[in-house]
């Protein structure tokens, strides 16, 4: 066993994991946040993805202890700390961006971590494009995906003072 520290959602964790274990199997059965879902476990469908210092991974790829003294974002962390909805989950609601919904967590994840890093990218349809397709989702198509993302895009931008496109 080794010991691994990490903030998950704000909350620091501890835990005795075996090195093999993966980071999304730590998330859901030590941390007992269960919205990072696992589809593939090969890192194909993107259902895992959450956020490690900011940058958008497939968990079941990662093993726990490469994540010694990291900050994660679940799904479960995405709304803000008082329980307002996050812009994304807004706009997926608003653009019925979901059926089933087991792909939602892995959408929501991978988008925000774009958008977070660069809110302006919802201009470019191609670079919207190929950031959503990095993830699969077998019940909506991706056209109300991307709806709900541009949407989310165009409130971050307000937010942050840029100029939208018309």
Same mark, same amino acid.
């Given at each position: 066993m080794t010991t691994v520290h990490l903030t998950v959602n704000g909350r620091p964790y501890e835990l005795d994991v075996e090195p093999r274990r993966t &980071?999304?199997?730590a998330l859901r059965e030590d941390c007992?946040?269960?919205?990072? #879902?696992?589809? +593939?476990? #090969?890192?194909?469908c993107g259902a895992c993805t959450v956020l490690v210092d900011g940058t958008a991974v497939r968990?079941? &790829?990662?093993?726990?202890?490469? +994540?010694?003294g990291a900050r994660i974002r679940t799904v479960e962390g995405l709304?803000?700390?008082?329980g307002t909805? #996050? !812009?994304?989950?807004d706009a997926f609601s608003a653009e019925h961006a979901l059926q089933c919904g087991f792909c939602t967590p892995g959408f929501l994840m991978l988008a925000a971590g774009a958008?977070?890093?660069? !809110?302006?990218?919802v201009r470019d349809d191609e670079r919207l494009r190929e950031l959503l397709t990095s993830n699969l989702c077998r019940c909506t198509g991706y056209e109300a995906i991307r709806r709900a993302v541009e949407a989310a895009g165009q409130v971050s931008m307000r937010d942050t003072g840029a100029t939208t496109r018309s």
């Open positions: &980071l999304a199997d007992g946040l269960t919205g990072t #879902h696992l589809g +593939c476990e #090969h890192g194909v968990s079941c &790829l990662m093993f726990a202890v490469q +994540c010694e709304a803000a700390d008082d909805a #996050h !812009p994304l989950q958008l977070e890093s660069d !809110p302006e990218m």
